[in-house]
Nanobody, 130 residues
Framework: QVELVESGGGSVQAGGSLRLSCVTSQYSLLSNCMAWFLQAPGKERVGVSALDTDTPTKYVADFVKGRFTISQDKAKNTMYLQMDSVKSEDTGMYYC???????????????????????WGQGTQVTVSS
């Protein structure tokens, strides 16, 4: 199956930056919707940003719009989340997720339904101090 491994998390002060990475050895074989989700303790996972591996479609949650940027480098088998101007509200576990057999472009609610994604990484913790 598809293995997803996140990295890049850590502690950062409010206003700072981090770049998260999601690596899979099978990235080149994927043609689907992939996304970043955030989960704070005691809360459900919320969609942060998503992209289609093979279409220009991208989604960005309102609460990170203008601050976070999703991108990919297929040659490096990696999807990124560039986090700028971070806030304390951005604190939590960030998960990389991949769908199976569907594209972001076909689901306008790609960020609103975590259960639709088939593959998940173990997460990387981001802690923002204010």
């Amino acid at each position: 199956q598809v293995e997803l491994v996140e990295s890049g998390g850590g502690s950062v002060q409010a206003g700072g930056s981090l770049r998260l990475s999601c690596v899979t050895s099978q990235y080149s074989l994927l043609s689907n919707c992939m996304a970043w989700f955030l989960q704070a303790p005691g809360k459900e996972r919320v969609g942060v940003s998503a992209l289609d591996t093979d279409t220009p479609t991208k989604y960005v949650a309102d609460f990170v719009k203008g601050r976070f940027t999703i991108s990919q480098d297929k040659a490096k088998n990696t999807m990124y989340l560039q986090m700028d101007s971070v806030k304390s509200e951005d604190t939590g576990m960030y998960y990389c997720a991949a769908g199976l057999g569907w594209l972001c472009i076909d689901d306008i609610q790609a960020l609103g339904n975590a259960s639709k994604y088939t593959y998940w990484g173990q997460g990387t913790q981001v802690t923002v101090s204010s």
